[in-house]
């Protein structure tokens, strides 16, 4: 059996199934669903040549914003359960963690026992990236607290933009006419105003146009 397949099962069994965790087939990840809400650990493998390497991932997803967002996102339906709100590569956000290499021929050794540490590591971290993203209030300050610079919990600007302003309406932030005038200016400018119609549309269903 790949290591890969070894750590997976291993992290499932040890960690991640003590915590509500099911292996998703279809997201290839972990998932625990609460009302209105799923929590993802994504564990991808991606093998090169002798190598194997594996990423872990985060991501959390609120039906209420996702149900808004696809009204107007153009995602097939099969492929709109599996959006998350928030979420990231964990070696976008934690420097030096999150991403592990290992050789495709590894048997169980201290090289493997050091990889599932590490990754039982960043599930430690998504646990409490999970309870500090509690609520759209948590979210509202993740995405929007400075719309003008990069969110590294939402990296593509296009779903940054809708999903900041999504829960900035629900949750009814107080600056929303400003992060309004942020996001409409990068909208119709951004791939030479591409987006532009698809936002003015999400726009439309929240009533702010």
Known sequence: MP???????????ADLSAHGFKR????????????????????????????VTFETSVGVRFDEVETIFHRVSGFAPAQQKATSTIGAEIHAVLP?????????????SSNVADAMAD?????????AFYRQQGSLEDVDKLVNSDPASP??????????VS??????????????SQLLAVYSAKMKTMARGFYWDRYAALLGELALQ
């Not at 990754?119 to 646990?127: E, G, K, S």
């Not at 999903?163 to 929303?176: M, Q």
């Open 151 to 160: 969110c590294p919990y939402r990296p593509v600007e296009w779903l940054r």
């Open 163 to 176: 999903t900041g302003t999504i829960v900035a309406t629900l949750v009814r932030n107080p600056a929303l």
């Open 24 to 51: 998703n087939a279809a997201q290839r990840a972990y998932t625990r669903k609460s009302a209105g809400r799923l929590d993802r650990f994504g564990i991808r493998r991606v093998a090169r040549s002798e190598f």
């Open 96 to 108: 030096g963690r999150g991403s592990y290499t290992l050789p495709q021929s590894a048997t169980p």
């Open 119 to 127: 990754v039982r590591h960043d599930f430690q971290w998504a646990l």
């Open 3 to 13: 290591p890969t397949d070894d750590l997976l099962e291993a992290v499932s069994d």
